[in-house]
């Protein structure tokens, strides 16, 4: 492992060089929550798609975030 990763590969937090989905999602206070099956398929398809997911685990939005917004995260909040 250099000090660079190759193209398309970003440092993981064990300081590896990973695949930028492979990467932990971000911790923070707001109680997000990742919906891990839009990172299997490809990305989070779109805003719409992701809030429907997020509605039926109970939360009240969803959102694509994340590098080239490849993740959906929910919000208990507006």
Not at 24 to 38: A, D, H, L, R, T
Not at 55 to 78: A, T, V, Y
Request: charged residues 20%; glycine residues 12%; contains cysteine.
């Amino acid at each position: 492992m250099g000090c660079v990763c190759e193209p398309r590969f970003v440092r993981g937090p064990d300081g590896n060089c990973i695949q930028p989905q492979q990467c932990p999602p971000e911790k923070s206070s707001n109680n997000q929550e990742p919906y891990p099956g839009m990172l299997r398929y490809g990305g989070c398809p779109n805003n719409n798609a992701c809030t429907e997911y997020c509605k039926k685990r109970g939360k009240k939005i969803g959102s694509c975030q994340g590098f080239q917004r490849m993740e959906c995260l929910c919000f208990d909040h507006w």
